[in-house]
């Protein structure tokens, strides 16, 4: 049984998955404010596969986002 059809389906769903992705890690990252206190996401680190580690200082929140690199670093929002 030839189950090469399979690959284009599964590349279709996961090309049409990844706005969704951003999607949410745009309503986590929340242009910058944490969604707790209101306070700002500082970019505290980055892992090796260029995500971003926001954390917010007054509340001790943090988060990860892979599609969002930010404002800081000089490139905008996705
Ligand atoms: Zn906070």
Redesign the pocket.
Known sequence: MNLLWIIPIILILWIGAIPIFIYSEKAEYNDGI??????KLRHADNDSQGGMLWV?D????HLWTSWIKGNEGGTDNV
Do not use: I, N, S
């Not at 944490?34 to 306070?39: L, V």
């Open positions: 944490c969604k707790h206190c209101g306070g917010c007054d509340c001790g929140t």
